[in-house]
């Protein structure tokens, strides 16, 4: 399979990117990285209005042939590539998509959707949330990489991951200056704050963080060197995360350690159900302030998509036809 021409396909979010990235290594590709966009007017108007007759003018990105063996893509512009490079291809390009896509799910080989997205079919991979490139052997030696950084700190070790404001969610500065008291309460105690912003948290809310938190010891990652990330969730014993993230949230259920969700203001409905699906198995609790302790079979909804898609993607590059095996 390593010797399969594979592309993974996005529209440049990092976000996106990791999930799609997670796919393909998980099935043993070694990806090339397209991003693309879709135009205008497809990229606001229903795909029944257009599907069978868009073409390649429809996209602004480096999508051309040869054709790949395998597309991996992620997000709705991305879907666009992948469908007309899967029509072009003759059908001989195998593609899966992550996310529910606005097109019909027959024109993609397989779909890897999160069960808050509410779509089901026999193409359709169903997942607890969001599929990343987190492993445990990636957990391993970052944790080692980064234990130098992070020793001199308290226990339990507790990783704080901040996002931020966007379309659903809101990131106040009140909601940060709860949450700074409350991590400085944590510190105070003894505990050991890893902690890391993300690109969408306000300098507002990132000065707020730092000056309540300015003699704690926590250790804030300031964008600068090489990302801690993984180290941090190798290292701690509990987590932290707020709600605007389902992927930040799913790589630390991932660790099963305990996850902890920080409420924001806002709120929507996919994303909520997410969040109470993760509560309602077990994997998640409310953030109020203290810390608590449990345990749970982390779930490797990554994994568990790369298997069911693997026998799938041998059989087409072998000629031959296959369906997608049944959910264990």
């Known amino acids: 399979m390593d010797k399969a021409v594979c ?16 796919i393909a290594e998980a099935l043993g590709l070694a990806p090339a990285m397209r991003t693309v966009a879709a135009r205008q007017p497809w990229r606001s108007l229903p795909p029944r209005l257009w599907i069978n007759r868009v073409g390649f003018g429809a996209l602004q990105g480096d999508i051309a042939p040869p054709w790949p063996d395998v597309i991996v893509s992620c997000g709705g512009q991305a879907a666009l590539a992948a469908y007309l490079v899967r029509r072009a ?18 024109e993609f080989d397989v779909l890897v959707v999160p069960r808050h997205d509410g779509l089901t079919g026999p193409n359709v991979i169903e997942t607890e949330g969001a599929v990343h490139r987190v492993t445990r052997e990636k957990l391993a030696a970052a944790a080692a990489a980064f234990a130098a950084r992070y020793e001199r700190l308290g226990k339990p070790r507790v990783a704080v991951l901040i996002g931020g404001s966007n379309n659903r969610y809101r990131l106040t500065a009140g909601r940060m200056r709860t949450l700074a008291d409350q991590l400085a309460a944590l510190a105070r105690g003894g505990a050991g704050l890893m902690i890391t912003p993300s690109r969408r948290t306000e300098p507002e809310a990132a000065r707020i963080l730092a000056d309540t938190l300015a003699g704690t010891g926590a250790d804030i990652w300031d964008g600068r060197g090489e990302n801690p990330y993984f180290g941090m969730l190798g290292l701690a014993d509990a987590i932290l995360v707020t709600r605007d993230s389902v992927s930040m949230t799913s790589e630390a259920v991932y660790t099963g350690k305990p996850v902890h969700v920080i409420d924001l203001d806002g709120s929507s409905r996919r994303i909520e159900r997410f969040h109470a699906n993760m509560q309602r198995q077990g994997y998640t609790r409310r953030f109020e302030g203290r810390l608590e302790h449990w345990t749970y079979a982390p779930p490797d909804d990554t994994g568990k998509a790369a298997a069911r898609i693997k026998p799938l993607l041998e059989a087409r590059l072998h000629g031959a036809r296959a369906e997608l095996p049944a959910r264990p």
């Not at 592309?7 to 997670?22: C, K, P």
């Not at 291809?89 to 027959?106: D, E, N």
């Open 7 to 22: 592309w993974v396909v996005t529209e440049g979010y990092v976000g996106l990117e990791n999930q799609a990235l997670g």
């Open 89 to 106: 291809s003759g059908g001989r390009t195998f593609t899966v998509h992550i996310q529910k896509p606005a097109l019909p799910a027959r």
